[in-house]
Every structure is written in structure tokens, then in C-alpha cells.
């Protein structure tokens, strides 16, 4: 069976006055339901997570950090560095794929359960402004309002505590840029000492405040490109949010066909069980239980009534401002407010749940269920295959990584004793979270190597540079270059072997 006809299909975004050119501000009736109170657990845990991994810390190290200006980088408690970048690289790449596979199967529901934008939105500003303001028609009345010193109380106070939550996301967001103690040295020293990072918490300020102030749900739509990518990763099997039209089609307003009469009285009107070609309706002046013939059976008395009583609940709970009763939108961020009210209206008129409900586009059109096909077994595989590389790559990654340069424009040097040193230039980066003595060894040739300034330690998640002496006797060197092994120890244990070139007098 064809889907019926809808009321319109928008080509443009749903908040938006195509006859006068501007925004139409959205009034999101207050939701309420079993989903709804899902999705305030899951906001719960995840805004817990958001808010407080960047004040963790895993043996005394940041569980998240990234900081892009020093290129310092921490998942987990785990250290990353510049010379990781292909970790990094293929976690984009896994991620994104795995984006895509969720998208295929499940649509934007990301986008309505574990956004960020979305949860600091649904669950912090959006019930601030219902506990200021009121629901969404006490909303209107307001905004519509003269402004009095009422109305200046409520406003000022709403937007007051808008910019001072924002003034703490942004603070969050900076401690994942800088980490704690420098977000600290920031807050605690003159905004002269640290202009920079004063400058970048009054700028993350005022983003955030926009965003939930006044942008709202166009980042979902014109900012964010994530929901334009589900004209090509949504397919008739990807389960939606969606409202079974042929269950609720045609819509319409619950109507008797007849008053029972009164017990003892038959009813007047030849009606054979509200089939004859007239309904009954009270006559004035009558009993209120009497029943006499009415006006003649209108066309769509004779046409089945869908389970839609067009209460435009689901409209009105909508935080895009959307019908889903238009079908799939780009705009539908799947956050379920349209089922819980929907379920709630079929509750009371004693109609089953379900008329908006998750299914995909062939469930509704075939009563198919959600198989899998070779579009989510491909992306499935790749998603698998790149978790698995990435988990070695991480796992066999070394503690530390060493590059040995001959410093430039030097040559060799003749030592008594028929010796041949070359000055060379080490760099140990230490990709642990603990300090690390090393010593450096020659490898399968005989030869001495001399630190300049002694021992080396390298600390945790930093950077050393020393200069060495590497000497050879010169019954070892055969030819002008001679290629040098040498081997990085923490102890007893080799961390590393490097390779290098050593020049020589030829024997």
C-alpha cells in the first residue's frame, strides 16, 4: 500500500518563515514519558563523563588531555605524542566509520541521545528555562508581553544563569586544551599573565552562551554537517523514528456515530449498528440521552479513521520544530519527545502504543524487520578490522622512541690509543607516565660511548636531548661510512636499537 499524501514536504528548514524571510523561534512543549526519562539517565551519566574527565587523573597524569599548542596528548591516562600521529589518524578514520555504521542502522540517534550539544540543551538550559519562564505557552505569553520589571526579572535571571553555566563549560573545555593546572595558573594569575588563555575562556563563553541561548537547534541544522549526511547513509532498512501513516492515516478527531438512548428506548433513527446514511445527534429541547436523526453521512464518515486524532502533541514536544508525521526529516534528531507523547495520547483513547515508534522506513511500508544486508556486514567488517589494527598498533607500541643524528658539520676525531670517536646528537622521548634512567650501548661492534654530562633520565611524558661520544678502534672501521647499532636500555631491559653511521679513516 502507497503512502498517502502528506500535509507538505519542507525544502527548507522547519524553524524558518519562507513568506517573511526570518526565524520562527521554537516553543518545545515540556516532554514527559518513559524515553524521556531514559534519555535523562543516559544524559546523567554522559554529562558525568564530559564534565569530569578532564579533572581525572590515572598515577598523577591527566585521564584526558589535548593539548593542540603543545602537542601533548592523553586517552585514558594513556600518553600520546606528534610522532603517534598515525595512531591518531586512524582513530579519526575508525571513528568516522563507526559514525557511518551507526548511522546506517540507527540513524541520528546520537545525535538526540549523547550529543553533547544536544544534552547541555535538553537537560541543563532547556529545564532552566521551563523552571524561569514556564512551558512552552506561558513562553509565548511571555516573549509577547510588555516588557514590565516582571518580565525583566525573569529574562535577566534566565540568561544570567546561561552565562554563568557557560563561563563553567567553558572552563571544562579549556582543561581539556591545557589541563587542570595550567586552567589554574590561568584563573588564579592576572588575566596580563595569561592573556591568551583569558582570552580563549571569554571566547568559549560566549560561543557556548550563543549556542544555547539563541542558535539552539540551527547548529543541528545549519552548522552541524552530520544530519545532511543522512540523505546518503540512511537507507529504507536504517531504523528511525518514523509514524506509522498507514496505522494513523487518514487522521481526524475522535467522532461517535450515535448517543445510546435511553434505557427502555430504542433508538428512532434507522442506523443498523451506525451503518444507515445519517448519524443521530441530540435534539434541542429533548432529553440529553435522546437521540433523532441528524445530518446526512459526509464522505469521510465513510472512510476509515486512522489512529491519529491530529492532536499535534508530537509537533508541539518537538525540540526542531518538526512533523514527523511529514516523514524523515533531516532535521529529526531522533530524541523520541514525539513517541512519549504519542504513546500517551494512544493510552488514553484505549489505542495500542506504537504509532510513532522506532522502525524503518520498509518495517512500516512491508512489516519487515531490520535484517542484516551487505551494507552493514561491509562497514561492520572494516569497523572490526580497524579496531583490531589500532589495538595492536597501540599495544605494541614502545615506551620510547629515539632518533641518533652525527652532528652536523663535524668529522671525525682521532683519541689516542688508535681510536676513532664521531660527536653525536640523541633525542629519547619517554612515552610512559613514569621517569626512565636509560643507558645507551653499542651493539655487535666493539667501541665505548660517552655521554656528555653523565646519566640519563628521561621524565615521564617529556623530551631529552644529550650529546655522545661514540669511539671505535680503527681496526673496526672498513669503509668510509661504517653503519653503527646502538641499543636503548632501561636497566637490564633493551627498550630500543637505533641505527646510525659512523665516518672513518679507511683501513
Known amino acids: 500500500m502507497p503512502a498517502p499524501a502528506r500535509e507538505s514536504f519542507p525544502d527548507a528548514p522547519a524553524p ?4 517573511a524571510g526570518k526565524r520562527v523561534w521554537v516553543y518545545p512543549k515540556r516532554p514527559e514519558g518513559r524515553l524521556y526519562r531514559r534519555r535523562m539517565g543516559v544524559a546523567a551519566v554522559l554529562l558525568t563523563l564530559l564534565l569530569g574527565a578532564p579533572f581525572g587523573r590515572v598515577d598523577g597524569h591527566p585521564l584526558f588531555l589535548l593539548d593542540v599548542f603543545e602537542r601533548k596528548f592523553v586517552l585514558f591516562g594513556f600518553p600520546f605524542f606528534p610522532q603517534d600521529i598515525h595512531l591518531f589518524g586512524l582513530a579519526m578514520i575508525t571513528f568516522f566509520v563507526f559514525i557511518i555504521l551507526f548511522t546506517v542502522v540507527f540513524g541520528r540517534v546520537w545525535c538526540g541521545w549523547a550529543c553533547p550539544q544536544t544534552i547541555f540543551m535538553e537537560m541543563v538550559f532547556r529545564p532552566i528555562e521551563y523552571l524561569i519562564e514556564g512551558d512552552a505557552n506561558r513562553q509565548k505569553a511571555l516573549d509577547k508581553a510588555p516588557w514590565t520589571a516582571a518580565k525583566i526579572a525573569r529574562k535577566g535571571s534566565k540568561h544570567l544563569l ?9 572552563h571544562t573545555a579549556m582543561a581539556y586544551l591545557v589541563g587542570v593546572d595550567e586552567l589554574l595558573r590561568i584563573v588564579t594569575h592576572s588575566p596580563a599573565d595569561h592573556r591568551a588563555g583569558f582570552v580563549g575562556l571569554l571566547t568559549f563563553t560566549g560561543v557556548f552562551y550563543l549556542v544555547f541561548a539563541r542558535l539552539r537547534e540551527l ?3 545549519v552548522i552541524c554537517p552530520y544530519g545532511r549526511l543522512q540523505s546518503v547513509l540512511i537507507t529504507r532498512e536504517t531504523i528511525l523514528v518514523a509514524y506509522d501513516y498507514l496505522r494513523g492515516e487518514p487522521r481526524g478527531k475522535r467522532r461517535k456515530a450515535h448517543k445510546k438512548a435511553s434505557a ?3 433508538c428512532p433513527g434507522s442506523c443498523a449498528g451506525c451503518t444507515a446514511m445519517h448519524l443521530h445527534a441530540e435534539k434541542p429541547g429533548t432529553a440529553a440521552d435522546a437521540v433523532v436523526p441528524a445530518r446526512p453521512l459526509a464522505l469521510d464518515d465513510l472512510l476509515r479513521q486512522g489512529d491519529c486524532v491530529d492532536c499535534k502533541l ?9 512533523d514527523i508525521r511529514n516523514g524523515l526529516q533531516m532535521e529529526c534528531i531522533h530524541c523520541t519527545a514525539c513517541i512519549d507523547a ?3 495520547v494512544m493510552d488514553k483513547i484505549g489505542k495500542p502504543r506504537g504509532l510513532i515508534r522506532f522502525d524503518s522506513q520498509q518495517g512500516i511500508a512491508e512489516k519487515k524487520p531490520l535484517k542484516l544486508n551487505a551494507r552493514i556486514v561491509a562497514y561492520s567488517v572494516v569497523l572490526l578490522g580497524l579496531l583490531g589494527l589500532m589495538g595492536f598498533l597501540t599495544v605494541s607500541r ?3 622512541e629515539t632518533s641518533v643524528l652525527r652532528v652536523p658539520g663535524m668529522l671525525y676525531q682521532e683519541q689516542p690509543g688508535g681510536r676513532v670517536s664521531n660527536l653525536y646528537n640523541v633525542r629519547l622521548l619517554n612515552k610512559t607516565n613514569q621517569p626512565l634512567p636509560l643507558q645507551l650501548r653499542l651493539e655487535g661492534t666493539p667501541g665505548t660511548v660517552e655521554v656528555v654530562g653523565g646519566n640519563v633520565v628521561v621524565a615521564a611524558g617529556a623530551t631529552a636531548e644529550v650529546v655522545c661520544f661514540i669511539a671505535l678502534p680503527k681496526g673496526a672501521i672498513r669503509k668510509a661510512k661504517t653503519p653503527l647499532q646502538l641499543g636503548v636500555y632501561h636497566g637490564s631491559e633493551k627498550l630500543e636499537t637505533v641505527t646510525t653511521n659512523f665516518l672513518g679513516p679507511v683501513q
Open 264 to 266: 427502555g428506548n430504542a
Open 314 to 322: 508530537c509537533v508541539q514536544v518537538c525540540p526542531m520544530g518538526i
Open 342 to 344: 504519542c504513546n500517551g
Open 16 to 19: 524558518l518563515d519562507e513568506a
Open 219 to 221: 547548529v543541528c541544522t
Open 162 to 170: 546561561f552565562g554563568l553555566i557557560s563561563f563553567g563549560i567553558a
Open 398 to 400: 614502545g615506551q620510547l
